[in-house]
């Protein structure tokens, strides 16, 4: 059996990078502990009807995993330069475990304590569900440069795994056996991960020297320093915001009249993302060899002239798939080759620039999120196609400003 030192060795950044039997782990850890924010996002309705309360209660209350996982992103992310990632991200793993435990009991206390419980538990996983973003900083350091964007690619495709599958499987299985069974069930296959964790994942740390609170201070100034973090900040925000915005606005204009679907069919809509998936390795490959500039503006055209072409085809379900499998594609092949640039300006010690710029590209996805639901219930899909569209394209504008700015210089 192969222990944890041979591991190590094996991973030196200098020498081959991580064999592929580890990089299958490390992608299927990160579409794991992603999903876990996502699972009742299809279930609004079944976990108000639980609890006795209305939708926009519940809807409150979720908002405590994007608030979590903004903070694990600043909190969790960054240790896994300072720590031994086998241990560290099996803790982890098992903390998303526990907490999705106390959110299935969160109806044994009535309705208003239900509400709170469900707030605080899903703080607590969306701080824990940040390991994906560890676990693609992990990637980073593990690999040397010239396999980078590549191996980056399929732990991404993990992550864009991990939303699709936090969506459709938590419809499905609340469909089939209640929300609450749902959670219990992801729960059992998190403490699985944790043991899987704990004896696969390298065990030393990168001996980077610095303490967390100071990391922690020296964020903004990362932001203010390196100007390449500040511009794929920024940029990752903006189509970040629109790609929440967009399923946000979905999910919103589906269950109102004339549509009111259920949550499994809602949810069943996010296999459009199926494409994500696949796009993310490929995007890997091709940022390797034509650079990073290059995909992510062709991502961009090719999301921000699907999410175009949906903006009055919500009646049609397979013309809102296939425009929707469009933006997912775009987006994540944008996401994988920014992100790129992100973790080459230190190889050795990238989680410090992967947590800033992740904790810049979630507050974009979360005021995604709640401007595409408001504008969805107050003005209607073809207003959210707008906005969509107009935060891809800006996105584009500061890309080629990127690239005219750099060819002054």
């Known amino acids: 059996m192969t222990t944890p030192d041979a591991v190590d060795l094996a991973l030196r950044p200098e020498e081959a990078g991580p064999t592929r039997g580890l990089v299958v782990l490390l992608a299927a850890a990160a579409a794991l502990g992603t999903s876990t924010v996502y699972l009742l996002h299809p279930a609004v309705a079944d976990v108000a009807h639980t609890l006795r309360t209305d939708l926009a209660t519940v809807g409150l209350a979720l908002a405590g995993g994007p608030v979590g996982y903004l903070l694990g992103l600043v909190l969790l992310v960054p240790l896994v330069d300072r720590h031994p990632p086998n241990r560290l991200l099996a803790a982890a793993f098992a903390s998303l475990a ?36 560890a676990l693609s900083s992990l990637a980073g350091r593990l690999t040397p440069a010239h396999r ?44 699985v991960a944790a043991v899987g964790c704990l004896r696969m994942l390298p065990s030393s740390a990168a001996g980077t020297g610095r303490d967390l609170l100071a990391g922690l201070r020296s964020l903004p100034a990362v932001l203010l320093r390196y100007g390449e973090l500040r511009l794929a900040a920024v940029r990752g925000a903006l189509w970040f915001f629109a790609f929440c915005a967009l399923w946000a606005g979905l999910a919103v204009a589906l269950s109102q009249p004339p549509y009111s679907l259920s949550a499994e ?5 996010a296999l459009a993302g199926l494409s994500g998936i696949a796009a993310t390795p ?4 091709w940022t390797d060899r034509v650079g990073p500039r290059r995909v992510i503006l062709v991502g961009l055209a090719l999301a921000g002239l699907a999410a175009a072409g949906s903006a009055f085809a919500l009646g049609s379900p397979v013309v809102v798939l296939a425009c929707l499998a469009a933006v997912d594609a775009g987006l994540f092949a944008a996401q994988v080759a920014n992100q790129s640039t992100v973790l080459a300006i230190d190889p050795a010690a990238p989680a410090r620039f992967n947590s800033a710029y992740m904790a810049v590209y979630f507050v974009g ?4 999120t ?12 073809p207003l959210v196609v707008a906005l ?10 500061l890309t080629l400003r990127g690239r005219a700015a750099a060819g002054r210089g």
Do not use: H, K, P
């Open 282 to 285: 490929l995007a890997g490959i």
């Open 365 to 368: 996805g979360s005021a995604g």
């Open 370 to 381: 709640a401007c595409g639901a408001l504008v969805a219930d107050r003005s209607g899909w």
């Open 98 to 133: 526990a907490t999705l435990v106390l959110t299935a009991g969160a109806a044994l206390v009535g309705a208003v304590g239900g509400v709170v419980v469900i707030c605080v538990a899903l703080g607590l996983t969306g701080g824990f569900s940040a390991v994906g973003a």
């Open 148 to 191: 980078r964007a590549t191996v980056l690619g399929v732990v991404t495709a993990g992550i864009a795994a991990g939303i699709l599958a936090g969506r459709v499987v938590g419809g499905w299985l609340t469909e089939l056996l209640g929300w609450r069974e749902m959670l219990l069930w992801v729960a059992l296959a998190c403490a």
């Open 265 to 269: 069919r809602i949810g069943l809509y």
């Open 388 to 397: 969509v569209s107009a935060a891809i394209g800006l996105a584009a504008a």
